[in-house]
Each structure stands twice: as structure tokens, then as C-alpha cells.
């Protein structure tokens, strides 16, 4: 069983930025993918970002690419997503997960998720 923390959240105005993290509960954080995703009021949760094991792919869902940057340190178990330039649209509740698929995207199956954290951005 791998238990998710995210932190990081809170309110601020367009433009502005936060960086979220995630912490994992694992020995083995560096054998999963991991990936943010968000869920607005009345809608379905979307895929935000992925990152592989080792950090070195990633991907991301149109809305955020130039904006947001998903990151790892392994030796931390933590991901990041550093969120700039934000919108009124980036308002949601954040989650991470994990897979154990190595690299995963959006569609991939994802084994754990964190409780979320929210992030509100004012125009």
C-alpha cells in the first residue's frame, strides 16, 4: 500500500504561480510513474501531467503545456508540479498518483491516489 500526501495549494491571483508536491510512503517511489490530476466543480477529474520513474519523460494535457512542469526527486519520494502563469480555469482540487506502469500518461491505470489539495486562482 502506498500512501499519497500532496501539499502545497491555496489561493492566488491570475498570473501568479504555486508548486505542489506530493510525498510517497514507499521504499520503492522510484519504481512508479506518477501523475497530477484535477477536478473542477461539476466536472469529471482530467489528467494534468505524468512523469516516468526516473523523471526523464513527460507529459501533459494541452491546457497546462508552457505553464506547468511535473518534477521528481527520488531521493525526497516526492513530485512536484510547478504551476505558472495560472488561470481562473486552473481552479480545482489537485491529486496525485501513482502507477505502476513505469511511464504512464492520462489513460494509464493508476494504482494509488493522494486526498487532493486545492487550488483556487482569483481573476
Known amino acids: 500500500q502506498v500512501q499519497l500526501v500532496e501539499s502545497g495549494g491555496g489561493l492566488v491571483q491570475a498570473g501568479g504561480s504555486l508548486r505542489l508536491s506530493c510525498t510517497a510512503s514507499?521504499?520503492?517511489?522510484?519504481?512508479?510513474?506518477m501523475g497530477w490530476f484535477r477536478q473542477a466543480p461539476g466536472k469529471e477529474r482530467e489528467f494534468v501531467a505524468a512523469?516516468?520513474?526516473?523523471?526523464?519523460?513527460?507529459y501533459y494535457t494541452d491546457s497546462v503545456k508552457g505553464r506547468f512542469t511535473i518534477s521528481r526527486d527520488n531521493a525526497k519520494n516526492t513530485v512536484y508540479l510547478q504551476m505558472n502563469i495560472l488561470k481562473p480555469e486552473d481552479t480545482a482540487v489537485y491529486y496525485c498518483?501513482?502507477?505502476?506502469?513505469?511511464?504512464?500518461?492520462?489513460?494509464?491505470?493508476?494504482?494509488?491516489w493522494g486526498q487532493g489539495t486545492q487550488v483556487t486562482v482569483s481573476s
Open positions: 498518483a501513482a502507477s505502476t506502469t513505469t511511464q504512464p500518461r492520462g489513460a494509464t491505470p493508476y494504482d494509488y
Open positions: 514507499t521504499r520503492t517511489f522510484n519504481k512508479y510513474g
Open positions: 512523469i516516468s520513474w526516473s523523471g526523464g519523460t513527460t
